[in-house]
Nanobody
Framework: QERLAESGGGLVQPGESLRLSCAAT????????MAWYRQAPGNSREFVAG???????TYSDSMKGRSTISRDNVKKTMYLQIDNVKTEDTAIYYC?????????WGQGTQVTVSS
């Protein structure tokens, strides 16, 4: 049974940093393109950052310059480092794995940015 589990969310203050993790079991992680999405209350789910099997990275405009996506194929884990968090980063963050037409989502981790 394929499973993605996000962690690292919580309450952070504006300007702080946080690191989200997405652990994948038991998929053949290295074959999957991975991505982070987020959904804020009242909004649709939106793309945050993605990393391909070849480590090519893409970012949304709101995340460029202050976030870094990475992956560890041995640990089967993807990461998202966000620096200088803003109140508008408050959302549930989901990880997504895709290989051809196979797509899996995690359950999400809540990030709340507030002073």
């Amino acid at each position: 049974q394929e499973r993605l589990a996000e962690s690292g969310g919580g309450l952070v203050q504006p300007g702080e940093s946080l690191r989200l993790s997405c652990a994948a079991t038991p998929i053949a992680f290295s074959y999957y393109d991975m991505a982070w999405y987020r959904q804020a209350p009242g909004n649709s789910r939106e793309f945050v950052a993605g990393i391909s099997t070849g480590d090519s990275q893409t970012y949304s405009d709101s995340m460029k310059g202050r976030s870094t996506i990475s992956r560890d194929n041995v640990k089967k884990t993807m990461y998202l480092q966000i620096d200088n968090v803003k109140t508008e980063d408050t959302a549930i963050y989901y990880c997504r794995a895709q290989y051809l037409t196979n797509i899996y989502w995690g359950q999400g981790t809540q990030v709340t940015v507030s002073s």
